[in-house]
């Protein structure tokens, strides 16, 4: 039986980069957990924007909030900097322009600690600004090599992170959480979903994701894969996917087979510009509604 205590410190890692309207937001909703013994490490990767400056400023001398200064260098330079200075043993990443629930790091810590099988944990999304829905993602770690389908904000222990050399610093263009969890994946290091919605997720069609990444999808996605060949071997798929087919996934495994032909034969343009128009049709594409279609189908041919 656990003993429900909170003495075990939390280091929240929040790099800021010009995010000074949202920041506040953002650093009240830790400072305001459950779990009392938070420490904050607020990373300023070179900001140049005043109102942002004044803001970290302003929460400097916050007890609780660890500043880090460093000159620009990308979001995973200034994550892995957090983690160097975060002096707890648990650890939560958060981007300053996010925000999470009170019970947050609570229910995160409890949940991580009573299942063995997990050595890190993400929360269900709420997706806010220009989308707003909830958004389930299941660990599926085949599927996971093909799309990224969790949440950059995960909880995971400090030892992990350093064990297995934290964030690529030289994916500055993104996806470097889904580079990183696959490197984890690749020493049996897995995630687990915690089913309830705590993570506050800003969406923006200016934002990095959109504007940057999904643009350069297929070379980063190549990039990655260059760096775990191991996992991408035609055999070690197939095992891979024996081993992983029956657990649940957003959508159905044997499509990624065709999916990675594709990307194997067309030019890195072409399967960024299929990614986008897939991405806006992904509803179509998911596994419960694959399914419901082979049940009706099922039905009219019987």
Same mark, same amino acid.
């Given at each position: 039986?656990?003993?429900?205590?909170?003495?075990?410190?939390?280091?929240?890692?929040?790099?800021?980069?010009?995010?000074?309207? !949202?920041?506040?937001?953002?650093?009240?909703?830790?400072?305001?957990?459950?779990?009392?013994?938070?420490?904050?490490?607020?990373?300023?990767?070179?900001?140049?924007?005043?109102?942002?400056?004044?803001?970290?400023?302003?929460?400097?001398?916050?007890?609780?909030?660890?500043?880090?200064?460093?000159?620009?260098?990308?979001?995973?330079?200034?994550?892995?900097?957090?983690?160097?200075?975060?002096?707890?043993?648990?650890?939560?990443?958060?981007?300053?322009?996010?925000?999470?629930?009170?019970?947050?790091?609570?229910?995160?810590?409890?949940? !991580?600690?009573?299942?063995?099988?997990?050595?890190?944990?993400?929360?269900?999304?709420?997706?806010?600004?220009?989308?707003?829905?909830?958004?389930?993602?299941?660990?599926?770690?085949?599927?996971?090599?093909?799309?990224?389908?969790?949440?950059?904000?995960?909880?995971?222990?400090?030892?992990?992170?350093?064990?297995?050399?934290?964030?690529?610093?030289?994916?500055?263009?993104?996806?470097?959480?889904?580079?990183?969890?696959?490197?984890?994946?690749?020493?049996?290091?897995?995630?687990?979903?915690?089913?309830?919605?705590?993570?506050?997720?800003?969406?923006?069609?200016?934002?990095?994701?959109?504007?940057?990444?999904?643009?350069?999808?297929?070379?980063?996605?190549?990039?990655?894969?260059?760096?775990?060949?191991?996992?991408?071997?035609?055999?070690?798929?197939?095992?891979?996917?024996?081993?992983?087919?029956?657990?649940?996934?957003?959508?159905?495994?044997? !499509?990624?087979?065709?999916?990675?032909?594709?990307?194997?034969?067309?030019?890195?343009?072409?399967?960024?510009?299929?990614?986008?128009?897939?991405?806006?049709?992904?509803?179509?594409?998911?596994?419960?509604?694959? !399914?419901?279609?082979?049940?009706?189908?099922?039905?009219?041919?019987?």
């Amino acid at each position: 039986m656990i003993s429900k205590t909170n003495n075990e410190l939390i280091s929240v890692i929040i790099p800021c980069f010009n995010e000074g309207i !949202l920041l506040e937001r953002c650093l009240n909703s830790v400072i305001n957990q459950t779990w009392k013994n938070t420490e904050i490490v607020l990373v300023n990767d070179g900001s140049n924007n005043q109102y942002t400056i004044e803001m970290i400023q302003k929460y400097k001398n916050f007890p609780s909030i660890n500043t880090v200064e460093q000159i620009n260098r990308g979001l995973p330079y200034a994550r892995n900097m957090g983690i160097k200075n975060a002096k707890g043993n648990y650890l939560f990443f958060l981007d300053s322009d996010d925000w999470i629930e009170p019970e947050t790091l609570e229910k995160m810590y409890f949940f !991580l600690k009573s299942f063995k099988d997990a050595s890190y944990i993400f929360a269900d999304i709420i997706l806010e600004g220009e989308v707003n829905k909830i958004v389930k993602k299941e660990y599926n770690f085949f599927e996971q090599l093909f799309l990224n389908q969790l949440p950059y904000s995960i909880f995971i222990s400090k030892e992990i992170c350093l064990k297995y050399g934290c964030y690529d610093k030289m994916m500055r263009s993104g996806y470097e959480d889904w580079e990183f969890n696959i490197r984890l994946g690749s020493h049996d290091i897995h995630g687990k979903r915690f089913s309830e919605p705590l993570f506050h997720y800003n969406v923006s069609n200016s934002g990095m994701l959109i504007s940057k990444t999904s643009k350069k999808h297929s070379k980063i996605w190549r990039y990655i894969i260059s760096k775990n060949k191991n996992l991408f071997r035609f055999k070690k798929l197939i095992t891979l996917w024996k081993g992983w087919r029956s657990k649940p996934s957003s959508y159905p495994l044997f !499509l990624f087979f065709g999916w990675y032909f594709l990307f194997k034969l067309l030019p890195d343009s072409w399967i960024s510009m299929i990614f986008i128009i897939l991405r806006n049709f992904k509803w179509f594409f998911s596994r419960k509604k694959f !399914l419901n279609l082979m049940k009706k189908f099922s039905n009219k041919t019987t």
